[in-house]
């Protein structure tokens, strides 16, 4: 009778693991390909890029995380928790930018945009941390091409409303 009562205990303890391992791999968003492959595409056609036109989805606000800035900073600033990022790696890389579109609190998509493809402009930024956030209606931003010497580089110009 005890070692019945054992077995069933145990396999009540493995069930409530993988049921909390499933739990969390649901939680967690994978980065949006679909983003990039839309702003490359954007940033070729002309001189502005419209988040609002090339995002899908119902969300209202865009978050711009830059260089150095650790989970936590980016959560204090935008109000929004950002652990369904399934891999934040924002605070030790500086060849990126992450774009994340929130609906209310709730992240909903994420991408991460590559230097390669373009360059955000900080200059507007305030604080320590590299951090902007925008509504969806004031996502329209100019882009330039950065020229030195014979590279030539698309910088996004980021303005705060």
């Known amino acids: 009778m005890y070692k019945k ?3 069933f205990g145990l396999l009540i303890l493995v069930m409530l693991g993988i049921l909390i391992i499933y739990a969390e791999k649901i939680s967690v968003l994978e ?9 490359a595409g954007e940033l070729k056609a002309g001189n502005k890029i419209d988040f609002q036109k090339i995002i899908d989805g119902e969300w209202d606000s865009m978050v711009v995380v830059g260089p150095y800035t650790s989970r ?10 950002l652990d369904k990022i399934k ?3 924002m605070d030790y890389s500086d060849s990126e930018t992450l774009l ?3 609906k209310g609190r709730q992240v909903l998509k994420y991408a991460y945009l590559k230097n390669q493809t373009a360059s955000i402009d900080w200059s507007q930024s305030r604080g320590e941390f590299h951090l902007m956030a925008f509504p969806k209606t004031a996502s329209t931003f100019r882009v330039v091409e950065q020229r030195k010497g014979k590279e030539s580089k698309r910088l ?3 303005k705060e409303n």
């Open 5 to 7: 009562r054992w077995v």
């Open 31 to 39: 980065e949006d390909p679909q983003i990039a492959e839309n702003i």
């Open 72 to 81: 936590k900073e980016a959560e204090k600033f935008c109000n929004v928790k």
């Open 87 to 89: 891999h934040y790696r």
């Open 100 to 102: 994340v579109f929130c």
């Open 156 to 158: 996004i110009l980021l």
